[in-house]
């Protein structure tokens, strides 16, 4: 499961870094919700009955690593902290919950 | 509960190369890669005033502040040197994820990291000509990150290889596209776990 650690703790810093780099209003608003919004699947993917849910983060991350391109260059500084870090969470949000197992059906397979 | 070996070799090789002192030399040499790159975005960003460079003075500076550089960072939103930061940190996060029989148990992972390493190889070098003979400079640092992109291909191929040797034979024993398409996102079945550790 450590992606999603990974990817809630990457979650927290888009949430606050607003506060950190020069805030804009319109960029800040989409930085938060979709940090929410990841923070949110990542965490329910703990749950066995949302172990998918990390799927989510995966599709707000991709979603949200357009957004600048809707925006003519240069990128302020918030908007590059947007799309770097919706990049890495979305890298970590490929990866499902049960990697590092051995998937079950094989094991089976093999001690048959 | 069944638990599978983890530490079979795989064919056609006398090894393991999901074995993780295969893998961990490559999440090390990828993660030291991205953070020069991210000591290199960090003067692209202005947070640095300069960039060291044993061999080619002032040459880096002019190589990340090129007009092709500048060009790139327009296109892609960021300094080109945090994209290769990106580049690097995925190999290193796609390189820790998966048990040790990753090459059989999800090929799909490890056909995605080769993706990963294998292109980020090839861009690399084209970065390097591009130095050299459309800007005229050299950058030492971005040299290294080159060349251990070209160590990280070589490193990471023979379980790339091992896994497409595997889909290939359970293709070859099958002929079935949904057995395939099983096999490739993690699935199990009797045919790919009958030649899964066949010598070809």
């Known amino acids: 499961m450590w992606p999603r650690v990974c990817e809630a703790i990457l979650a927290m810093w888009l949430l606050f870094s607003p506060s950190v780099l020069v805030d804009e209003p319109s ?63 979305a890298m970590f949000a490929i990866i499902p919950p049960d990697a590092m197992r051995s998937p079950r059906g094989w094991g089976e397979l093999e001690h048959e | ?59 880096s500076e002019k190589v990340l502040d090129s007009h092709p550089s500048e060009q790139m960072r327009r296109w892609i939103r960021m300094p080109d040197a945090a994209l290769g930061a990106i580049g690097y940190l995925s190999e290193a996060i796609f390189g820790l994820a998966g048990s040790t ?39 030492s640092l971005c040299l290294l990150t080159a060349a251990i992109s070209l160590v990280l291909v070589f490193l990471a191929y023979d379980e790339v290889w091992a896994s497409i040797l595997f889909l290939r034979r359970t293709w070859r024993a099958t002929h079935d596209w949904r057995v395939l398409w099983t096999v490739f996102r993690g699935g199990a079945h009797p045919a790919a776990a009958a030649v899964a550790l066949e010598r070809s």
């Open chain 2, 1 to 59: 509960m069944n638990v599978a070996d983890l530490t079979v070799h795989a064919p056609p090789f006398n090894r393991n190369p999901s074995a993780w002192s295969q893998r961990l030399p490559i999440v090390a040499l990828a993660l030291f890669a991205a953070g020069v790159s991210i000591y290199l975005a960090l003067y692209q960003w202005r947070l640095i005033g300069g960039v060291w460079d044993p061999f080619f003075g002032d040459g």
């Open chain 2, 101 to 139: 029989r990753r090459w059989q148990y999800r090929p799909w992972l490890v056909l995605l990291f080769g993706l990963d390493v294998i292109p980020l190889g090839v861009v690399s070098v084209v970065l390097v000509v591009v130095q050299g003979f459309v800007i005229g400079a050299w950058c």
């Open chain 1, 27 to 89: 960029v800040t608003r989409i930085a938060r919700g979709a940090a929410v919004l990841m923070f949110a699947f990542s965490v329910l993917s703990f749950a066995k009955r949302f172990r998918r849910a990390y799927l989510g983060t995966l599709a707000v991350a991709l979603a949200t690593a357009c957004y600048p391109f809707l925006y003519p260059p240069p990128p302020s500084p918030l908007m590059q902290n947007l799309l770097i870090t919706a990049l890495v969470i």
